[in-house]
């Protein structure tokens, strides 16, 4: 059997076993669950080792560059491993903290210049037409009401107040906005399974699977 037609098989199958939980919970859920954690975490090991292999130790065993800053990432990455013994898990909080305030640092330094200071630049709130000079004064606008409503240290009284909720009707529409956008992108993925299980060869699952519903529906009604 040709090795693109056994995936395409294969991909419909896992797609209508996991479909089948939209029904009930079913035997065949639970496997797709399962095909598709293991498949995951077997991917992520093995690009894991993958990495590890390439940049730790190839430059460390290999090259001998223990004098760079290799050996002290390395360091770090065993620590995460005392986790593994009990009453001896402190040493992994370093890797931990320093991992998390990198992450942090480059969220901050990601984030506070074009959601933030952008916003607040005078030469940007006048456009090419109204609506982007509208848009653009907007924009300001709901920005500093934003970070009035994240104000705690005072109570949200007079202007405070009034500049808070109009803070909060604009963070909801924001998250409003990016919960539409997540489940737009999910119905485009619903969309091109759809096609793939009405078209050839996996028309040819989605009938009996259809056929199986339909008869245990008859058979529950019956009872």
């Not at 896992?14 to 029904?23: D, E, H, N, R």
Request: charged fraction near 10%; hydrophobic fraction near 50%.
């Amino acid at each position: 059997m040709d090795l693109v037609l056994f995936g395409t098989i294969l991909s419909v199958a896992t797609v209508l076993m996991a479909w089948s939980g939209l029904y009930r919970p079913t035997v065949f859920y639970t496997t797709a669950e399962s095909l598709v954690i293991g498949t995951y975490l077997g991917f992520t090991f093995a690009e894991g080792l993958r990495v590890l292999a390439n940049t730790v130790f190839v430059p460390l065993f290999q090259k001998g560059l223990w004098m760079s800053d290799l050996s002290l990432l390395f360091i770090l990455g065993l620590l995460y491993y005392s986790r593994l013994i009990k009453g001896k898990e402190w040493p992994s909080r370093i890797p931990m903290a320093i991992l998390a305030g990198i992450a942090t640092g480059l969220a901050v330094q990601g984030t506070v210049y074009p959601q933030i200071l952008q916003q607040l630049i005078l030469g940007s709130i006048i456009g090419k037409t109204v609506f982007d000079t509208v848009s653009n004064i907007l924009i300001v606008i709901l920005t500093f009401t934003a970070l009035s409503y994240m104000i705690y240290t005072r109570e949200h009284r007079g202007l405070l107040r009034i500049s808070s909720r109009i803070g909060r009707i604009g963070l909801m529409a924001a998250f409003g906005w990016t919960l539409g956008t997540y489940f737009m992108s999910l119905i485009t993925l619903v969309v091109g399974q759809v096609g793939m299980l009405v078209t050839q060869p996996g028309i040819y699952l989605t009938i009996p699977a259809v056929m199986l519903v339909f008869t245990d529906i008859i058979r529950r009604m019956r009872t």
